[in-house]
């Protein structure tokens, strides 16, 4: 994965500067930042989904599980 340093950082702001100009250039970093944002909540809510759903099933295991167990203990008695 390739790593971005200070520099490389420095030379896209100033291209977005001199491209958007003065006036454009900080609606565009808050527009950025929105659509950022608004990406991590929606992986963050996808996230939760699937775990949600893993736990569920989990536990629909462990029920099955837990009562074969004691069918089998049943018929052992």
């Known amino acids: 994965m390739p790593q971005i340093g200070w520099l490389e950082i ?3 702001v100033i291209i977005a500067i001199l491209v958007l100009g003065p006036k454009e250039f900080p609606i565009a970093l ?5 659509y950022i944002g608004k990406l991590k909540n929606t992986f963050s809510s996808f996230q939760r989904e699937i775990s949600s759903v893993s736990n569920e099933i989990d ?6 599980k837990d009562d074969d167990l004691k069918e089998k203990n049943k018929i052992d008695d």
């Open 30 to 34: 808050k527009k950025i930042g929105s």
């Open 10 to 12: 420095l030379a896209v």
């Open 59 to 64: 536990l629909e295991k462990n029920i099955t």
